[in-house]
């Protein structure tokens, strides 16, 4: 049985009762009855109805199938046709403007059921698709962006604390150097949050139990909490395992709970539940497009203001925010590692009504190891042969000169070819490389195996602009030494690649 609500565009009375009747009959709600089509847009506009049932021929200036296009466009509504003829050109016109049906009458009942029904469905499938494709631009654009970005502040990052090294603690600019390491952290930072937009980041996925993870993120939030807010938790028994990254899943939970307090002004209330969800039809009931299968579902659900639907079309994309020191990536990076863990997320809200957030993750079908944080560091100094292969000439620099400083001996090759020219001809020790995953011609993964070839006892540190993914994992398992996410400081660098070297 039908329960959406329809509109009835139709001049001839009787046909329109009759149509009525029918809906009705079916489950359907009708949202009114119209007679002329300029009518039915303005109608259209105001009642939101799911879907507008057109009659073709109507007795003002402009038809149907005008009607429907604006109706369609303007407000994203599915239209069927109804007409009494079987027209050609008729049927042209309709397939133009993006028809959702079409139906000859007299029509039966049954008929009359099917199409609605499809019709809802493929409108609400459309709608979904579309936003996701536009989300997978965006991403695609800001993890350009943000990766280029974060090379260049390596590089401001890396020289300033070089520079600050060598003069020295007491010099007058060292403060100076100070306050541009300090700019370039934050400018890093800002990169990173496009970074888990664009790439979630997903990295170390374990086994993991929501319940537990949102109950820990609670405690941890405790403190922060203001008091004139309650939480209740509603979490469901046995529920199903998820595989996640903690971290990541940390940052999707703070980030919503962030919005959820900074929404309410005064009183209110957050409520959070978590179900085990069996979807069993591609588009689910909050309208959006998933894979069938199992999902373990966390909703969180605040009091607080809520948003227009200008807003709430917005909320994911980066940068956007309504507040006074927002940066809006809060969302942007949860969309991002939702999606980086397969799953799915929806926002409903109306303006003062409060918001809701509704998340998909994918259950866990093969348990997975927890992966081993890294080891504490030594000393990060030494004497032994590093070749760094980057094809950004400017980081090839700035890294060699990190690393000499250190003490390491340094070759350096700014491309795939010439780094492997080079370790034929190189007739001493090279014990390790650092290996930059993205570059152009022949990039990291490619070039991996040809070293591991030519140099098997070499270690290999990867480097990368972009969060540890599948193939720097793929390489890890098949015995690359360690992964390092730019920009590092030569620090962090020094302690890796003397562990790495000590191991
Ligand atoms: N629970 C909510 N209730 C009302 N509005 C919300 C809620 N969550 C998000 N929004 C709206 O979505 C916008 C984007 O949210 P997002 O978390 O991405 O950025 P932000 O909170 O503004 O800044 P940031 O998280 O980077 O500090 C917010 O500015 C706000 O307008
Ligand atoms: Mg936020």
Redo the contacts with the bound molecule.
């Keep these: 049985m039908g329960s959406a609500t329809i509109m009835i565009v139709e001049d001839n009375t009787t046909v329109a009762r009759d149509i009525r009747e029918c809906l009705e009959g079916l489950g359907y709600g009708v949202a009114c009855v119209v007679a002329s089509a300029e009518e039915s847009v303005e109608r259209a506009e105001k009642e939101r109805p799911d879907a507008v049932l057109m009659d073709i021929r109507l007795r003002d200036e402009m038809d149907g199938i005008e009607a429907a296009d604006q109706i369609h466009t303007r407000f994203g509504i599915p239209v069927v046709f109804l007409s009494a003829h079987r027209d050609h050109m008729l049927l042209e016109r309709a397939k133009r403007v993006g028809s959702f049906g079409y139906l000859v009458k007299p029509f039966e009942e049954d008929e009359l059921y099917a199409t609605l029904e499809m019709a809802l469905y493929k409108a609400k499938a459309d709608v979904s698709m579309l936003a996701a494709s536009r989300m997978e631009a965006t991403a695609t654009l800001a993890g350009g962006i943000a990766h280029d970005y974060n090379n260049l502040m390596s590089v401001v990052l890396g020289y300033a604390e070089h520079v600050r090294g060598e003069l020295g603690k007491g010099h007058p600019n060292a403060g100076m150097l100070l306050e541009i390491e300090g700019a370039a952290r934050k400018a890093s930072d800002l990169a990173e949050?496009l970074l888990a937009f664009a790439r979630g980041g997903a990295h170390k996925l374990g086994k993991m139990d929501l319940n537990q993870t949102v109950s820990e993120a609670l405690r941890a939030a405790e403190k922060n909490l203001p008091r004139r807010i309650g939480i209740t938790c509603d979490f469901a028994e046995d529920l199903w395992s998820i595989e996640a990254d903690r971290s990541q899943l940390n940052l999707v939970l703070t980030?919503?709970l962030?919005?959820?307090i900074?929404?309410?002004e005064g009183e209110g209330k957050i409520d959070i539940t978590t179900r085990n969800v069996d979807v069993i039809d591609t588009v689910t009931d909050k309208g959006f497009v998933v894979k069938i299968g199992r999902y373990t579902v966390l909703n969180?659900k605040?009091t607080?203001?809520?948003?227009n639907e200008e807003?709430?079309g917005?909320?994911?994309?980066?940068f956007?925010?309504?507040?006074f020191?927002?940066?809006?990536?809060?969302?942007?990076?949860?969309y991002g590692i939702v999606k980086n863990h397969g799953g799915y997320i929806v926002?409903e809200?109306k303006e003062n009504e409060?918001?809701s957030?509704t998340i998909y993750f994918p259950v866990l079908h093969v348990e997975a190891d927890e992966s081993v944080e890294p080891q504490g560091v030594k000393k990060a100094a030494g004497d032994e042969t590093i070749l760094v292969v980057d094809d950004e000439e400017i980081l090839l620099k700035m890294t060699s000169v990190m690393l000499s400083r250190l003490g390491y001996k340094v070759l350096t090759a700014n491309g795939g070819q010439t780094a492997q020219d080079l370790l034929r001809d190189h007739e001493g020790d090279v014990h390790l490389v650092l290996l930059d995953m993205n570059m152009g011609g022949m990039d990291g993964p490619t070039l991996y195996p040809h070293l591991k070839r030519e140099r098997p006892e070499m270690k290999v540190l990867l480097f990368s602009g972009y969060e540890m993914d599948e193939t720097v994992q793929r390489l890890l398992d098949t015995g690359a030494n360690g992964f390092l996410k730019k920009p590092v400081s030569s620090k962090k660098l020094g302690a890796e690649i003397r562990r790495m070297l000590d191991a």
Excluded at 304 to 307: A, I, L, P, S
Excluded at 320 to 323: A, H, I, L, Q, R
């Design positions: 949050g980030g919503l962030a919005n959820a900074e929404a309410i969180i605040d607080g203001c809520g948003m807003i709430l917005k909320v994911f994309e980066p956007f925010s309504t507040k020191q927002g940066r809006g990536l809060g969302l942007a990076s949860v926002m809200s409060g918001a957030c």
